[in-house]
Structure formats: C-alpha cells, structure tokens
C-alpha cells in the first residue's frame, strides 16, 4: 500500500519568514495529493490539493509543487502570519483507491510574532 | 448542510465494552470513511465505504465493524474496547475520489 512521509515534524517560524514542508510518497500510482490544516481540538480542514497531471498550484500565500519523478510534494506557505500556526498533514491517494486517503504523519507550525 | 455530524463528542469506555460510533453526512456523499488520529501517527484509515452496501477494510481495521445501509449513514462498531483504542475518531465523505474529503467534528474516545 501507498507510504507518505513528512517532514518535519515540528516548524518554528518568525511572522512574515516562509514556511515550507515536504512529503514523499511510495506508490507511483497515486495522483491526488490534498493538504489538511488542523487547529487544536478542530477537525482537519482541506487548504490545497493537486493533481498529478500539474506540477504547481498556488492560492494566495499558499502553494503546493508536485515532482512524480521523484514522488515528492510540498507545501509552501509565505508572508506566515499567527493565524498559519497549526498542524499541517500531507495526503496521497490512488483515484482508482476510492479516496482512501494515506496521510503523513503531521508537521506542527508555529509562527512566532 | 450540516456537512459530516458525528455523535458523541466524547465517550468514556470501560475494557470489554461494546459502543457504536454515530455518523452522518446530508451531502449526498457517495464516499464515506473513518480515521483513528493518535499523537505523531496522522490520520490512519480504519473502514471506508463507496456506496451504499459496500465496505472494505482500511489500514488498520481490527476491532472495529462498519455497515453502510443508507447512502447517509456510516457507523462505526467496537466490538471490545481496548486501551489500544484511545484515540480521536474522524468520519469523513466526498463526493467522488480525487477530491477532498470533508471531515467530522471527531468524537474523543477513552478506553480504561
């Protein structure tokens, strides 16, 4: 079954630095990749996604580049603000999988004013 | 919409006991699934369902039973609670695959 790593873990930020966080993932066939943003107690909230038929997708001050060569994807959030202090989880899935979704393992942010 | 209403927020459960996790969805999701999140570990999908009738086990699916009667609902069983069990409990649904699931409010689970 698909594996998705994500690093790192833990990200310290001062407000209006970048933050960026990687994921790679082991099956070639996924081709959907959504980014879940969590604040404490709530539940994961969809940020982002792309496709594998795209190499970058971009919304405001966040964006998210796909390489499938090298099964890897990122997530960049600029011009961090307070509010982008949170846990961030990286996901993959096959379409033909029925969105189950694989997820990484989490990176929490934490933007210092 | 509601969205994705799962019941209860919080349960306490002794060792041995059986409970039944409630959720529904009023999106007419076709696609409807269950994740267990415990600290450092993500999101781990435990049964997912993509229609009504049809279910299949996830990641780790021991010790839990799921059934999919109506297009709406997508309980979750423990059969025997086990400390193992301790976690947050998220129910989710999407419309078709390659999209983003739309998750539950959790429901909090304690095993002693």
């Known amino acids: 079954g698909e594996n998705v790593e994500q690093h790192p873990s833990t990200l310290s930020v001062q407000e209006g630095d970048s933050a960026v966080i990687k994921c790679t993932y082991s099956?070639?066939?996924?081709?959907?990749f959504p980014w879940y943003k969590q604040e404490l107690g709530k539940r994961p909230q969809l940020i982002i996604d792309?496709?594998?038929?795209?190499g970058e997708k971009k919304d405001q001050r966040i964006a998210v580049t796909l390489n499938k060569t090298a099964k890897h994807f990122s997530l960049h959030i600029t011009e961090t603000q307070p509010e982008d202090s949170a846990v961030y989880f990286c996901?993959?899935?096959?379409?033909?999988?029925?969105?189950?979704?694989?997820f990484g393992g989490g990176t929490r942010v934490l933007v210092k004013p | 919409n509601a969205g994705v209403t799962q019941t209860p927020k919080f349960q306490v459960l002794k060792t041995g006991q059986s409970m039944t996790l409630q959720c529904a969805q009023d999106?007419?999701?076709?696609?409807m699934s269950w994740y267990r999140q415990d600290p450092g570990m993500g999101l781990r999908l435990i049964h997912y369902?993509?229609?009504?009738?049809?279910?299949d086990q996830g990641e780790v699916p021991n010790g839990y039973n799921v059934s999919r009667s109506t297009t709406e609902d997508f309980p979750l069983r423990l059969l025997s609670a086990a400390p193992s069990q301790t976690s947050v409990y998220f129910c989710?649904?999407?419309?078709?695959?390659?999209?983003?699931?739309?998750f539950g409010q959790g429901t909090r689970l304690t095993v002693v």
């Open positions: 989710a649904s999407s419309y078709a695959t390659g999209t983003g699931v739309d």
């Open positions: 099956d070639s066939a996924s081709n959907y």
């Open positions: 792309i496709r594998s038929n795209v």
């Open positions: 996901a993959a899935t096959p379409k033909a999988a029925g969105n189950k979704l694989t």
């Open positions: 999106m007419n999701h076709e696609y």
């Open positions: 369902s993509v229609g009504a009738g049809i279910t």
